[in-house]
């Protein structure tokens, strides 16, 4: 099952699609890095197949997962936040981050 994830920026909006997949790898991926921060549970991943309620249940349990956790200080310096919520075709955040930290002079 994809998750879409939508993604609002100023001047641009996308949708990510995602499977439960990668929100596990993420939350693998920042628990690692967060040494001195607490990383919100993630939904448990469920062994049979969702629909239904249960699915939109699931849905939601994510969406505030995700919520919560691009709030959380200083996330937003890793390439794992960046690549999960970015668009699959334009790469539109890794493209802006990559303008931010461009030193070469003018």
Do not use: C
């Not at 994830?5 to 790898?25: G, L, T």
């Not at 693998?28 to 699915?55: I, V």
């Not at 919560?68 to 493209?95: C, N, R």
């Amino acid at each position: 099952t994809l998750f879409v994830v939508n993604v609002e920026m100023p001047h641009k909006s996308w949708n990510a699609r995602r499977r439960y997949r990668q929100f596990a790898a993420l939350s693998e991926a920042l628990s690692s890095r967060l040494n001195d921060q607490t990383l919100p549970s993630l939904p448990q991943k469920s062994f049979f197949s969702l629909t239904g309620p249960a699915l939109e249940e699931r849905r939601l349990a994510l969406e505030s997962w995700i919520k919560a956790v691009i709030t959380i200080p200083g996330v937003w310096k890793y390439m794992e936040i960046i690549s999960f919520l970015d668009s699959d075709k334009e790469h539109y955040l890794e493209q802006m981050m990559a303008a931010k930290n461009d030193t070469t002079p003018a």
